[in-house]
C-alpha cells in the first residue's frame, strides 16, 4: 500500500500535466497503482476494513470479561465451550482493539523545576535484615527536584515526631531548604484536606515556617506528581537494601547515608552530569537554615517509680533516687532520653534502639553504697531545733509525742518562735509549759508573747499569780 507522501506526489506530477507511464516510471510504481490513486483524487491512505473473527462474539466476550474478574483464559475456555474457534492470541487482540479491559494508554507528562523551587518527600515500607532478622522499616526519602540530590533514613515506624527530626536531618544535609515541599496525602501531615484544600498540621506548618518552605500536596491519584521521589524507592530496594546486613537502626542510617553520597556523586546518563554537579547550581537558590533552631523532641510526663526509673517505649532510664514518687519531665530526642526535674536537667541517657525491654541505669542516679535510708523530715526539724537550744531537749522529745503524725509541723513552728522572738522570753516559757505539762503551741506563744509585755513594756502594776498563762 503507497504511503501518503507517495500519493500525493502521483496527485501533484498529474496536475502538471504528465502521462501516467511517466508518472508510475518516476515514482516507480505500477500504472495500476497510479490509476487508483487518481480515480480516489485524495492522498489520504484507505483504511482496511477487514472481518474480526471475535466480531460475531463481541457481545459474548464482553458478559464472560466480567463474569470471569478479567480472566481471559476462562473466557477463552467458556468461549470454546460453546463451539467458538477463536484462538486465545486472537482473543487477546481483539480485547486490547476494543478496549474490553484494557485502559487506553495515556501520554506521560513531564515536570520542569527552576532550581530551589521544589523538593519532594515520602515514605515507603521495605524490608531490611537487622541483627540476621528481617524487620519491616519505614524508609524516608527527599529529593531535590531540579538536581535530584537524594537523602534516605530508615525509621521503625514513622510518626509525627520522626517525620520532623528526618526532614529536619535532610535540611542539614542539603544545607538549606527548596520554597515547597511536596508530599502525598499522608497524615503525619495533613489535618484535613487533600491536594490544592490541603491544610496541614499547626505543629507541621510551625516546623515548615520555621526552614523556609510550605508543605504541597498533589491531587489524589496523581502519583506522577510525585515522581522524582517515587522513582528512587525501587532502587533502594534492589541496590542498598539488597544483600546487605545491618547491627541496628543506628549502622543502617549510617550505612544509608553513605549510599547517599556514593549515589549523589555518580553520573547519570539522561542529566548529563551528576546530583552533585546539578546541586552546585542549585545550593545558592535554597533558603538557608535558620542560625539556630530549638531541639526537637518528643514531651512525656512521668513518676519516678519505686525502683527510681521512668519508662519510655518499654525501656526504663534511671532517675535521680531523691525524686522517687515524683512528677518528672521526660525530653525524647533522637538520640537522647533527657530527665528535667522542673526547669534543671537531671539525667541523659543514650536512647536505646534494641529490642525487647531494658533497663538504663547512671551510677550518679543511685546512693552510695552502705547508705541507709535518708533521715525523716521531722528527725532533721528535731537536730535543728536542739542544736538552737539544747535547754529544750526534753520538751522537744515530749511535744512529738504529743503532736499529729511526725510531730514536722509542731517542730518547725517551735523553731519559728526561737527564730522570730528573743530567746529569754521563749526559753521560760518553755520550762513553764514543760512544768503544767502544756503542749498547745497557740497558748505557749501567747505565754511569750506576755513575757515580752511584762520584760520590755513594763505597766507598773504587779504580776498576777497562777497558772502558765496567769489565770
Same mark, same amino acid.
Given at each position: 500500500? $503507497?504511503?501518503?507522501?507517495? *500519493?500525493?506526489?502521483?496527485?501533484?506530477?498529474?496536475?502538471?500535466?504528465?502521462?501516467?507511464?511517466?508518472?508510475?516510471?518516476?515514482?516507480? #510504481?505500477?500504472?495500476?497503482?497510479?490509476?487508483?490513486?487518481?480515480?480516489?483524487?485524495?492522498?489520504?491512505?484507505?483504511?482496511?476494513?477487514?472481518?474480526?473473527?471475535?466480531?460475531?462474539?463481541?457481545?459474548?466476550?464482553?458478559?464472560?470479561?466480567?463474569?470471569?474478574?478479567?480472566?481471559?483464559?476462562?473466557?477463552?475456555?467458556?468461549? *470454546?465451550?460453546? &463451539?467458538?474457534?477463536?484462538? /486465545?492470541?486472537?482473543?487477546?487482540? +481483539?480485547?486490547?482493539?476494543?478496549?474490553?479491559?484494557?485502559?487506553?494508554?495515556?501520554?506521560? &507528562?513531564?515536570?520542569?523545576?527552576?532550581?530551589?523551587?521544589?523538593?519532594?518527600?515520602?515514605?515507603?515500607?521495605?524490608?531490611?535484615?537487622?541483627?540476621?532478622?528481617?524487620?519491616?522499616?519505614?524508609?524516608?526519602?527527599?529529593?531535590?527536584?531540579?538536581?535530584?540530590?537524594?537523602?534516605?533514613?530508615?525509621?521503625?515506624?514513622?510518626?509525627?515526631?520522626?517525620?520532623?527530626?528526618?526532614?529536619?536531618?535532610?535540611?542539614?544535609?542539603?544545607?538549606?531548604?527548596?520554597?515547597?515541599?511536596?508530599?502525598?496525602?499522608?497524615?503525619?501531615?495533613? $489535618?484535613?484536606?487533600?491536594?490544592?484544600?490541603? #491544610? %496541614?498540621?499547626?505543629?507541621?506548618?510551625?516546623?515548615?515556617?520555621?526552614? &523556609?518552605?510550605?508543605?504541597?500536596?498533589?491531587?489524589?491519584?496523581?502519583?506522577?506528581?510525585?515522581?522524582? #521521589?517515587?522513582?528512587?524507592?525501587? /532502587?533502594?530496594?534492589?541496590?542498598?537494601?539488597?544483600?546487605?546486613?545491618?547491627?541496628?537502626?543506628?549502622?543502617?542510617?549510617?550505612?544509608?547515608?553513605?549510599?547517599?553520597?556514593? #549515589?549523589?556523586?555518580?553520573?547519570?546518563?539522561?542529566?548529563?552530569?551528576?546530583?552533585?554537579?546539578?546541586?552546585?547550581?542549585?545550593?545558592?537558590? $535554597?533558603?538557608?537554615?535558620?542560625?539556630?533552631?530549638?531541639?526537637?523532641?518528643?514531651?512525656?510526663?512521668?513518676?519516678?517509680?519505686?525502683?527510681?526509673?521512668?519508662?519510655?517505649?518499654?525501656?526504663?532510664?534511671?532517675?535521680?533516687?531523691?525524686?522517687?514518687?515524683?512528677?518528672?519531665?521526660?525530653?525524647?530526642?533522637?538520640?537522647?532520653?533527657?530527665? +528535667?526535674?522542673?526547669?534543671?536537667?537531671?539525667?541523659?541517657?543514650?536512647?536505646?534502639?534494641?529490642?525487647?525491654?531494658?533497663?538504663?541505669?547512671?551510677?550518679?542516679?543511685?546512693?552510695?553504697?552502705?547508705?541507709?535510708?535518708?533521715?525523716?523530715?521531722?528527725?532533721?526539724?528535731?537536730?535543728?531545733?536542739?542544736?538552737?537550744?539544747?535547754?529544750?531537749?526534753?520538751?522537744?522529745?515530749?511535744?512529738?509525742?504529743?503532736?499529729?503524725? *511526725? &510531730?514536722?509541723?509542731?517542730?518547725?513552728?517551735?523553731?519559728?518562735? $526561737?527564730?522570730?522572738?528573743?530567746?529569754? %522570753?521563749?526559753?521560760?516559757?518553755?520550762?513553764?509549759?514543760?512544768?503544767?505539762?502544756?503542749?498547745?503551741?497557740?497558748?505557749?506563744?501567747?505565754?511569750?508573747?506576755?513575757?515580752?509585755?511584762?520584760?520590755?513594756? %513594763?505597766?507598773?502594776?504587779?504580776?498576777?499569780?497562777?497558772?502558765?498563762?496567769?489565770?
Amino acid at each position: 500500500m $503507497l504511503d501518503q507522501t507517495t *500519493r500525493a506526489a502521483i496527485l501533484r506530477l498529474h496536475r502538471e500535466g504528465h502521462g501516467t507511464r511517466s508518472i508510475a516510471k518516476a515514482v516507480k #510504481v505500477s500504472r495500476n497503482a497510479v490509476r487508483e490513486v487518481l480515480r480516489s483524487g485524495t492522498d489520504e491512505v484507505p483504511r482496511l476494513e477487514r472481518p474480526e473473527l471475535g466480531d460475531v462474539h463481541r457481545v459474548e466476550i464482553a458478559a464472560l470479561y466480567t463474569d470471569c474478574k478479567g480472566n481471559l483464559v476462562r473466557v477463552h475456555e467458556k468461549l *470454546r465451550d460453546t &463451539g467458538a474457534t477463536l484462538s /486465545y492470541q486472537a482473543l487477546t487482540a +481483539f480485547c486490547r482493539r476494543h478496549g474490553i479491559g484494557h485502559e487506553p494508554v495515556k501520554p506521560a &507528562g513531564q515536570y520542569h523545576f527552576h532550581p530551589g523551587e521544589e523538593m519532594q518527600h515520602d515514605t515507603s515500607p521495605h524490608d531490611a535484615k537487622i541483627a540476621g532478622k528481617l524487620r519491616r522499616v519505614q524508609t524516608a526519602s527527599l529529593v531535590l527536584c531540579y538536581c535530584r540530590m537524594l537523602f534516605i533514613q530508615c525509621f521503625a515506624s514513622f510518626t509525627r515526631f520522626a517525620c520532623k527530626l528526618f526532614l529536619a536531618d535532610a535540611l542539614r544535609y542539603f544545607g538549606g531548604a527548596a520554597r515547597r515541599c511536596m508530599i502525598d496525602n499522608t497524615h503525619v501531615v495533613v $489535618l484535613h484536606g487533600t491536594g490544592r484544600e490541603m #491544610v %496541614p498540621v499547626p505543629e507541621m506548618a510551625a516546623f515548615a515556617e520555621r526552614y &523556609g518552605f510550605v508543605f504541597a500536596a498533589h491531587e489524589r491519584g496523581d502519583a506522577n506528581r510525585s515522581a522524582r #521521589v517515587e522513582r528512587p524507592f525501587d /532502587y533502594i530496594e534492589n541496590n542498598f537494601l539488597a544483600g546487605r546486613d545491618f547491627r541496628d537502626l543506628d549502622d543502617l542510617n549510617a550505612q544509608a547515608l553513605a549510599w547517599c553520597d556514593k #549515589v549523589n556523586a555518580a553520573h547519570r546518563r539522561h542529566l548529563h552530569a551528576s546530583p552533585r554537579e546539578l546541586f552546585a547550581v542549585e545550593q545558592p537558590r $535554597l533558603v538557608p537554615l535558620p542560625i539556630w533552631a530549638p531541639d526537637i523532641y518528643l514531651l512525656h510526663h512521668r513518676i519516678v517509680d519505686v525502683e527510681g526509673y521512668v519508662s519510655i517505649n518499654a525501656f526504663h532510664y534511671s532517675a535521680p533516687w531523691q525524686l522517687i514518687g515524683r512528677q518528672v519531665e521526660v525530653r525524647e530526642t533522637k538520640t537522647e532520653i533527657q530527665v +528535667f526535674d522542673g526547669p534543671r536537667l537531671v539525667g541523659t541517657h543514650k536512647k536505646t534502639q534494641g529490642l525487647g525491654q531494658s533497663r538504663v541505669t547512671l551510677p550518679e542516679h543511685r546512693p552510695p553504697r552502705g547508705q541507709g535510708r535518708p533521715p525523716s523530715v521531722s528527725v532533721t526539724e528535731e537536730r535543728k531545733l536542739i542544736e538552737t537550744a539544747p535547754e529544750i531537749a526534753s520538751y522537744v522529745a515530749a511535744l512529738k509525742q504529743h503532736a499529729a503524725g *511526725r &510531730g514536722t509541723v509542731a517542730l518547725r513552728r517551735l523553731q519559728r518562735l $526561737l527564730r522570730e522572738y528573743p530567746r529569754q %522570753p521563749v526559753l521560760e516559757a518553755v520550762r513553764a509549759a514543760e512544768t503544767y505539762g502544756l503542749f498547745d503551741l497557740e497558748r505557749l506563744e501567747r505565754m511569750v508573747l506576755r513575757g515580752i509585755a511584762r520584760d520590755f513594756f %513594763p505597766t507598773g502594776g504587779g504580776e498576777r499569780g497562777g497558772g502558765p498563762d496567769g489565770e
